[in-house]
């Protein structure tokens, strides 16, 4: 069985458009500050202004780890949250790449 694997450029648009939501860039920066928080921290510390319900935040960390910004790894009964360094770096390299 053959498996898929996105373009580069199907993986920069799928990382543009997860972080094109203000909430989600909410979580990142969150994340960036706090690595290995879990869920909850990142709903608590979430501004009041941005949708902070248990199920709509479980949908934002699922599109930011599907677009692999985001790394999800359970710690027993919980799940804690880090930034993927690399697909950062390599966002950033693509996005530099469209100036030359």
Not at 31 to 54: D, K, S
Not at 69 to 80: D, I, R
Request: hydrophobic share 45%; glycine share 4%; aromatic share 4%.
């Amino acid at each position: 069985m053959m498996t898929a694997t996105l373009s580069d450029d199907d993986r920069l648009i799928a990382a543009c458009r997860a972080l094109a939501h203000p909430v989600r860039l909410a979580i990142v920066r969150y994340v960036q500050r706090h690595p290995r928080c879990i869920g909850n921290q990142i709903q608590l510390h979430l501004p009041a202004q941005l949708a902070r319900a248990q199920s709509t935040l479980s949908q934002h960390l699922k599109i930011l780890c599907a677009a692999g910004l985001l790394h999800a790894e359970a710690e027993g009964p919980a799940t804690c949250y880090v930034l993927n360094q690399a697909q950062f770096d390599w966002l950033c390299q693509q996005i530099s790449a469209l100036r030359d």
